[in-house]
């Protein structure tokens, strides 16, 4: 059974620019969730799609956007990048049978850098 | 979301034992607690779970304090493939899929 893929890999910017990083979940899997992961912050949730709805949101500003599509494939959009939105992009897919037990199964990451 | 604390950082011998504490005293009756890695240039993956009793799995084990204010993972025999960044979580249901992630413990494995 083929993991959870995230593309591209690596992405470099400028900033003021646009991004868009793309994630195919495991065959199956309904709920996707993105997080961003930076040395100062540590993995902090960006936010959850499930059956194409956003269903919960972390603490970031309106600039990161995201979107499922009915294959379960996700995309999450940053406009205006800024220095600080340098990071790794995580993607995460489950099951969501349950909201306290089910495991999320994560991709490699994109790694993006805004010069 | 409760919170947990976690040591910075941990040491251990490869084949040996290793017990990463935990402590979330502010956790709820209905929090699981989830143990997550991350080794280096990987995204986390899942280790184990629980709510009251010790579990086992083919990965490790999840010893948790009668009280559920603390627990331990127990890696039996740790590996240079175990190091990594170890991250205690609790799951709220009403969190969905959400995981809050620590700092976490970066486990390092001597040979």
């Known amino acids: 059974k083929a993991g959870v893929t995230q593309t591209p890999r690596y992405l470099i910017k400028t900033r003021g620019q646009q991004v868009t990083l793309s994630c195919s979940p495991i065959?199956?899997?309904?709920?996707v969730s993105w997080y961003q992961q930076t040395p100062g912050q540590g993995l902090q949730f960006l936010f959850e799609?499930?059956?194409?709805?956003?269903?919960n949101k972390g603490n970031f500003p309106g600039r990161f956007s995201g979107r499922q599509f009915s294959n379960s494939r996700s995309e999450m959009n940053v406009s205006t990048l800024e220095l600080g939105d340098s990071a790794l992009y995580l993607c995460?897919?489950?099951?969501?049978?349950?909201?306290?037990?089910?495991?999320?199964?994560f991709g490699p990451g994109t790694r993006l850098t805004v010069l | 979301d409760a919170k947990t604390t976690q040591p910075n950082s941990m040491e251990s011998n490869e084949e040996e034992p290793v017990h990463l504490p935990c402590n979330h005293s502010?956790?709820?009756?209905?929090?699981?607690i989830h143990w997550y890695r991350q080794l280096p240039s990987q995204g986390p993956e899942y280790v184990i779970h629980?709510?009251?009793s010790n579990v086992n799995n083919r990965m490790a084990s999840l010893a948790i304090a009668e009280d559920r204010k603390s627990s331990t993972l127990i890696l039996h025999r740790a590996t240079l493939r175990d190091a990594a960044v170890y991250y205690c979580?609790?799951?709220?249901?009403?969190?969905?899929?959400?995981?809050?992630f620590g700092e976490g413990t970066q486990l390092t494995v001597n040979p």
């Open positions: 995460a897919s489950s099951l969501r049978t349950s909201g306290t037990t089910d495991t999320q199964y």
């Open positions: 065959s199956g899997h309904r709920s």
């Open positions: 799609y499930f059956s194409e709805t956003q269903r």
């Open positions: 502010t956790i709820s009756g209905t929090d699981y």
């Open positions: 629980g709510l009251t």
């Open positions: 979580i609790l799951r709220e249901e009403t969190s969905g899929s959400r995981l809050t």
